[in-house]
Nanobody, 113 residues
Framework: QVQLVESGGGLVQPGGSLRLSCVGS????????VGWFRQAPGKEREGLLC????????YYSDSARDRFTISRDDAKNTVYLQMNALKPGDTAVYYC??????WGQGTQVTVSS
């Protein structure tokens, strides 16, 4: 079964960091571009950045460009989102996505003191 599972979210104080994981099952993630998205309460889903097939990174958000990094571990079939200098405005459910898989359940990130 083709599936993406996100994890690593939680409660973090402003200025803190988190690393989110996106594990693929039923297919090889390194055959696909992988994007990270987020959806805050009452807002539309927002594209953040994407890791292409050649490990190139495309940013869709200026906020992500300054503070977020995407990386891959092909041996673990996993893509990571490293988030630094987190702000309360980063509070959202975070999702990863490939063209061949449906949206997963996401992982909740809450930035609050």
């Amino acid at each position: 079964q083709v599936q993406l599972v996100e994890s690593g979210g939680g409660l973090v104080q402003p200025g803190g960091s988190l690393r989110l994981s996106c594990v693929g099952s039923g297919f090889a993630l390194d055959d696909y571009a992988v994007g990270w998205f987020r959806q805050a309460p009452g807002k539309e889903r927002e594209g953040l950045l994407c890791s292409g097939s050649f490990d190139d990174t495309t940013y869709y958000s200026d906020s992500a460009r300054d503070r977020f990094t995407i990386s891959r571990d092909d041996a673990k079939n996993t893509v990571y989102l490293q988030m630094n200098a987190l702000k309360p405005g980063d509070t959202a459910v975070y999702y990863c996505k490939t063209t061949n898989a449906d949206w997963g359940q996401g992982t909740q990130v809450t930035v609050s003191s």
